[in-house]
């Protein structure tokens, strides 16, 4: 994203959504300070004169630490594209699994590279990989981790079985099952590994 830098923009001037930024972006900002600059457009928002095009979250942060402050900013001058609406909406606003994963994709299918999306989303490096995991869950495991029925923690681990085998252990719990533990993913995991046949020398070892 091209545009013109503005040393000095103060936050008031830009409209940031509500939410909290992650605790390690603020802790990161706090030592280091802002180290990618935030994308911004100018608008008419009442007392507010930009928009955000990219980087909302590391926005929250600033305000965070000093609510009163001003920015270093690129102004894009140019009215941005469909492919700038699907960046600028679907960064998240809050530290979620299931928005952070749509923000991932959308990022991706822009063809963004790991370590950009990192910089984008105000990520460290073993986040983003997480979500490139947690983005080979099959539809109906996804929807799992959005309802809170899933734990990322499981979730992680289901994402590394195909998408037949993630539905098949959700289809083998019943249905009014209130949440999929992590055990229950990793025995799962397990008997897709090791079919029984292969497990058969478990049989074999004396119990102490």
């Known amino acids: 994203m ?19 930024a992650p605790r390690n972006l ?7 300070g802002l180290i990618e600059p935030p994308v911004v457009q100018q608008c008419d928002y009442g007392e507010t004169r930009y ?11 600033v305000r965070e630490i000093r609510p009163e402050g001003s920015v270093v900013a690129i102004v894009r001058v140019h009215p941005y594209n469909g492919a700038d609406i699907t960046l600028a909406e679907n960064i998240v606003r809050s530290r979620n699994f299931v928005s952070e994963l749509h923000a ?9 590279t790991e370590e950009d999306i990192q910089k984008q989303l105000g990520l460290y490096k073993k986040d983003v990989k997480k979500l490139a995991q947690l983005a080979q869950l099959s539809l109906a ?34 249905p009014e099952t209130s949440k999929y533990t992590l ?26």
């Open 2 to 20: 091209k545009g013109t830098f503005i040393d000095d923009l103060p936050l008031s001037q830009i409209n940031i959504p509500e939410g909290k």
């Open 26 to 32: 603020v802790r990161s900002i706090q030592e280091q």
């Open 51 to 61: 928009r955000i095009l990219a980087g909302i979250r590391r926005l929250q942060a």
């Open 104 to 112: 991932f994709r959308d990022l991706r299918r822009l063809s963004m």
């Open 141 to 174: 495991a996804e929807h799992a981790l959005a309802q809170g029925k899933l734990s990322p923690s499981a979730a992680l681990i289901l994402a590394k079985m195909p998408a037949a085998v993630q539905d098949e252990f959700l289809a083998s719990c019943p």
């Open 183 to 208: 055990t229950s993913v990793k025995a799962w995991r397990m008997q897709h590994l090791l079919p029984s046949a292969q497990l058969s020398f478990l049989a074999d070892i004396p119990l102490q």
